[in-house]
């Protein structure tokens, strides 16, 4: 199966690799590193010529225990990388919980607004999103980060956050929002704990996701679940800059299995990854139907003795 592309982004054919520009000095990743607006910009012009099909701009931390910036201030530090790539010709996406600053970011040039609260932390942005006609990430999401982890208890964790998720989007379709403009999000590490595996489930039954027939954009790049996998024998956890050949590893996993989009901080090797899994697949479904003899090993030379009854020249 091959998924359906989503109308005003790229369409490749294969799954994309949105690259992460983080506009703020606490990100959990690389916070401070592009804080600054000129190095963002050029940051998300580097992230694209890597291989990046989408730029995601955010402007407020969501990590473990954040909290959060004032709407001017997130304002402050999105808008102007936004106008700036935008006017690069980059697809651009914003990475927000708020109305408003989706709707600026919209109108800067964003082409999808990515929010990690899908619709819950701001009640008027299914209005903006069905106003604004453009792609919206609904991301399963059980409250702000200074106290999700509180509420990571699941008693089957891929069914409920189906269910969640589903419940989001009809909440959202009721608000007028184009069905062909959704995009599903599991939210690796959001209100999941990675001692009771509750990423590692999601990230294994994506199928629950992809069945729902909605494309599905997956984000693990350095969560804290990769480092605790990788801790060390003493058991310090791997650092996150240090978890991106992890990150690769779900990549091609996830993309093997029919993920929409990749969210990561490093763009060139987890763009290769979906370059090799879009290969794999295409070789899967060739072999499935049945034309895996495209290229066959050529058949050893037909004798043809005319005093044989089997022989094509009688």
Known sequence: MTTADVPGLPGAGRCLVMGVVNVTPD???????????????????????????????????????????????????????????????????????????????????????????????????????????????????????????????????????????????????????????IVLDPGLGFAKSPEAGHNWQLIARLDALLETGYPVLVGASRKRFLGKLLSAVDGTPRSFIDCDDATVAVTSLVAAAGAWCVRVHRVRPNADAVRVAAAVRAAHEKVRGGSASADPVPAAPVPTDPDDPGSPEK
């Open 27 to 181: 990100s959990f990743s690389d916070g401070g590193s592009w804080f600054d607006a000129d190095k963002a910009i050029r940051h998300g012009i580097d992230l694209v010529a890597e291989g990046a099909d989408i730029v995601d701009v955010g402007g407020e931390s969501t990590r473990p225990g954040a909290q959060r910036v004032s709407r001017e201030e997130e304002l402050r530090r999105v808008v102007p990388v936004i106008e700036a790539l935008s006017a690069e010709g980059v697809p651009v996406s914003v990475d927000t919980m708020r109305a408003e600053v989706a709707e600026a970011a919209v109108a800067a040039g964003a082409r999808l607004i990515n929010d990690v609260s899908g619709g819950l932390a701001d009640p008027d942005m299914a209005p903006v999103v069905a106003a604004t006609g453009v792609p919206y990430v609904v991301m399963h999401w059980r409250g702000h980060s200074h106290a999700m982890q509180t509420r990571a208890v699941y008693q089957d964790v891929v069914r409920e956050v189906r269910d969640e998720l589903l419940g989001r989007v009809d909440a959202i379709l009721a608000a007028g929002v184009d069905p062909s403009m």
